[in-house]
């Protein structure tokens, strides 16, 4: 059994560490207040810019747009964000397992990555992927100038041939509790289908409105991707810091009463010591 010194020097150390965990947790819980207010705040501009698209594509007639061309399949990029920090649980392992899964397909389709974060990064540069481009340093507030050049690559990408079809892989944000890890289609843009019915002037004409929705629509989905995603790790490092706390106070009640064990067999073996001594001298 260790001794007395020792356990007391553990139980110092853990303390220390619980500290650490307990100030990360409150530090994660504060920032994901202010996160999750803008991931509420972003998805009504992205339905909206959906049911805009919708609504133009239905009364518009034939349209057409490098963005909206459907073409055979042959190359298919995903979007995967990922955080730049771990010490968030189990987020960036089942990001990367769904990841991994996409890239596993076996339909003819050769696949690669734009990797957003450093974590997603840091795995797959070491396997044989195709990592197209790459994004890391995002911070703890994605800014919109973020998604948008993740946008510009992603278009230029789909529009020059190298990717037939783009989707994302990120965590839907549900609760402190629940992340979701999501795979949506991002290219080509399909609307969906115009719910309300009526006609609608649009002016200066529908192709010039596409010109200027489409890649704003490309850049809310992206941005709407990066909130959620900041969003989920910040609930899943609050979480993970949590359990750590109650994991350090757990062990500190066991070395403590390990301690006491040991002083307690100190003590009796100094008394039956001295007791032994004292009989030897009668």
């Known amino acids: 059994m260790a001794g007395v010194r020792d356990i007391r020097r553990r139980i110092r150390s853990v303390a220390n560490m619980q500290q650490i965990t307990k100030a990360m947790k409150m530090v994660a819980a504060s920032k994901l207040r202010r996160a999750q207010e803008k ?40 979007v995967l964000v990922s955080s730049d920090k771990g010490l968030c649980g189990g987020f960036n392992a089942n990001l990367i397992r769904v990841a991994r899964e996409e890239l596993a397909a076996e339909d003819g389709a050769a696949r690669s990555l734009i990797v ?35 946008a510009a690559q992603v278009t230029e990408l789909y529009q020059n041939g190298a990717l037939d079809e783009v989707y994302v892989i990120y965590a839907a944000f549900v609760s402190v509790l629940n992340q979701t890890p999501t795979v949506v289609k991002l290219l080509p843009v399909e609307p969906a289908a115009e719910s309300g019915a009526g006609e609608y002037i649009i002016e200066p004409s529908p192709a010039v409105m596409l010109d200027l929705l489409l890649p704003g629509y490309i850049e809310s989905r992206l941005f709407n991707a990066l909130l ?39 003590i009796t073996t100094e008394i039956t010591e001295i007791v032994g001594g004292a009989a030897a001298l009668e």
């Open 228 to 266: 959620e995603s900041k969003a989920s790790e910040l609930g899943a490092k609050m979480t993970a810091m949590d359990s750590a706390t109650e994991n350090a106070k757990e062990m500190i009640d066991k070395l403590t009463l390990a301690m006491n064990r040991a002083r307690q067999a100190a």
């Open 116 to 150: 957003v974060g450093q974590k997603g990064l840091e795995f797959f540069r070491r396997r044989s992927v195709d990592i197209r481009a790459r994004f890391t340093g995002m911070g703890d507030s994605p800014d919109f100038a973020s998604a948008r050049r993740i």
């Open 39 to 78: 991931v509420v705040a972003s998805r009504p501009y992205a339905e909206r810019l959906q049911a805009m698209l919708a609504r133009l594509v239905a009364s518009g007639g034939d349209l057409s747009h490098p963005l909206l061309d459907k073409r055979p399949v042959k190359n298919i990029g995903y």
